[in-house]
């Protein structure tokens, strides 16, 4: 028997394929790669938090190895907070990570940028090679000012002929809409930081200062137009605000939600995630005073798929990029579990 196909029958059959083949483009798997910083003095993590290191990241890790910052009494760069290794490094893929005031930059001079390169890298060299951490990428973390752009970016040039070593720099929001103006630094990637992008406030009924929709809004529809391919860090802390008298007294990552919910020493208020003190009172160091309030921001899951599928529009899926999660020194492994924040990487 032989079969006719009509003109029509074979338009309706190229439309499907053509739709098939539409639908199997949006569904992509995911490039992403998963990995976490890490950002206490000492390294040490926990049997939970080494294991959603492995299933999550594959061992890559973000090491902060120490800071820089500006000696006023010996006028001076200095090294801060050198990392201290208690626990042997057995990640497979490190980067080093180095974090830079901005005042460093405005009280530096320009002799003394390459300097400070030099000392950089030396330090970063001998830290890596007496614990055995093998590295090929360095990150700095610097939200320069149209002030110190000069300097900062001067200082990675230097850096970069110097170590030889392919390079990443922290991008912030501000930096992505108004790149013209603040400048693109001259490393490999960026990292855009996709948090603490609202105002900390002592208003209660503001939005969470560590994400919130409206604020990004403001600024990612620049994101395919910025000149430097971009990795994503999202966070995974939470803080509580003190807040006294109407003015913002501190803000602290180890006051939570178990402290908080101690009725002995707060109420609850109209507001799910503000608290008041019954009594004056210390906890964890802090003096709590009668009414104070504590305004809770946390990160959850839900806050970080909301956060991915808001920023996932706006970047090409065909790039591959890594996803960096703040931080995995005090992450809470009953909060966050290994699948989940692969899946919040798979957005992307």
Not at 91 to 107: A, C, D, H, L, R
């Amino acid at each position: 028997m032989k079969y006719r196909f009509s003109s029509l029958y074979l338009s309706s059959f190229f439309l499907l394929l053509l739709g098939l083949t539409t639908l199997l483009s949006c569904q992509r798997k995911s490039k992403a790669d998963t990995a976490f910083y890490y950002w206490k003095q000492t390294f040490s993590l926990d049997n939970p938090q080494q294991e959603i290191l492995k299933e999550a990241a594959a061992h890559k890790l973000y090491l902060r190895f120490f800071d820089i910052k500006w000696d006023s009494k010996e006028n001076r760069a200095y090294p801060e907070a050198v990392i201290n290794f208690k626990q042997k490094m057995d990640s497979t893929q490190v980067i080093p990570v180095i974090f830079i005031t901005n005042q460093t930059f405005e009280k530096l001079n320009l002799s003394g940028v390459d300097s400070l390169a030099n000392h950089a890298h030396q330090l970063i060299r001998r830290l890596a090679s007496s614990n055995q951490v093998h590295y090929k990428i360095v990150q700095f973390d610097c939200d320069w000012s149209l002030g110190t752009k000069d300097k900062y970016f001067q200082f990675l040039k230097t850096f970069k002929t110097i170590s030889q070593k392919q390079m990443e720099a922290t991008i912030r929001l501000h930096q992505i809409k108004y790149q013209i103006r603040t400048g693109v630094p001259p490393v490999d990637r960026g990292v855009l930081m996709f948090y603490n992008m609202g105002k900390i406030s002592a208003r209660p009924e503001d939005p969470n200062s560590i994400y919130n929709a409206k604020d990004a809004e403001a600024y990612i529809s620049h994101l395919p137009k910025y000149l430097l391919p971009l990795d994503i860090a999202l966070p995974l802390f939470s803080w509580s605000i003190h807040i006294r008298n109407g003015s913002v007294i501190q803000v602290y990552g180890k006051i939570g939600k178990a402290i908080l919910a101690d009725q002995n020493n707060f109420q609850p208020t109209s507001n799910e995630n503000v608290f008041k003190a019954r009594r004056s009172f210390f906890t964890e160091g802090v003096y709590v005073k009668t009414d104070d309030l504590f305004k809770l921001e946390e990160t959850n899951k839900n806050l970080l798929s909301e956060a991915a599928t808001q920023l996932a529009k706006h970047l090409s899926k065909d790039e591959k990029r890594t996803i960096i999660y703040y931080e995995i020194g005090n992450l809470d492994t009953t909060v966050f579990k290994a699948k989940d924040l692969q899946e919040i990487s798979a957005r992307f």
